[in-house]
């Protein structure tokens, strides 16, 4: 498919839902791509990426930011604590912000450095157990809580169930986000982003569909 295709789409349902073009940031995600993946993508002139993993981040991004210039760099993965110094000097953005331990971890970096990446705190919208993210009844009081700490999110975030219709999850999430004064809305993958984009997204992610499938290694 490739990200001439995928940018195109973004821009036609960003047309089909009433909203500007170029309202909505296109995440290439490059977690575990080959290099020549994400060079070729960046030769192209993409400059937004998203990654999972903060070690693999770390050890890629510095070098290939020295080269192309400016990159807009998301976290879009797990967040440990241990790991939040590195993820808040490297990340621009960070949309898993989870749980309260994490929301003081960087509390205690904003005093520290005076300021932190855009935060999105990411909602389990399927109350899955195996999931990360903030319950829905929860997220009211984990939203006092972060602001009481002077942190500050500029959205909400969701990875709907696998197998399940993804629609009900972005409507819960947009209007969660409207009801909590919150502008952003990450929400939307390869397979489901148009109609991300329907019900209000701002942030998609993008990856397989941009790169082509990940090859783990086993």
């Known amino acids: 498919m490739g990200l001439a295709e995928i940018a195109e789409r973004v821009r036609g349902a960003e047309v ?3 909203r500007a073009v170029g309202s909505v940031r ?3 995600v490059s977690k575990v791509q080959p290099p020549e993946r994400v060079v070729a993508v960046l030769e192209a002139g993409h400059r937004v990426f998203g ?11 510095p070098t290939w930011r020295d080269r192309f210039g400016t990159v807009e760099l998301h976290m879009i993965g797990p ?7 590195v993820a808040v000097d490297l990340f621009d953005a960070i949309h898993t912000l989870d749980r309260p331990s994490l929301a003081q971890k ?10 932190l990446p855009q935060l999105f705190v990411q909602v389990n919208t399927g109350e899955e ?8 009844g929860d997220l009211a009081a984990f939203l006092k809580d ?30 969660m986000a409207a009801d909590h004064g919150l502008n952003g809305l990450s929400m939307g993958m390869s397979g489901d ?3 991300a984009i329907a019900h209000g997204a701002t942030h998609v992610r993008v990856g397989s569909a941009i790169f082509g499938a990940r090859a783990y290694q086993a």
């Not at 967040?79 to 110094?85: D, E």
């Not at 960087?106 to 300021?115: D, F, N, V, W």
């Open 193 to 195: 982003f148009e109609a």
């Open 79 to 85: 967040l440990q604590s241990n790991k939040a110094k």
């Open 16 to 18: 089909a839902a009433g």
């Open 106 to 115: 960087l509390a205690s970096l904003l005093q520290a450095r005076g300021s």
């Open 51 to 61: 990654e999972n993993y903060v070690q693999e981040a770390a050890a890629k991004w």
């Open 26 to 28: 296109l995440i290439a």
């Open 146 to 175: 972060c602001r009481g700490m002077d942190l500050a999110p500029v959205g909400l975030m969701c990875i709907p169930p696998e197998n399940e219709d993804s629609t009900p999850h972005f409507a819960m999430l947009a209007k």
């Open 129 to 136: 157990p195996q999931k990360a993210g903030v319950l829905p």
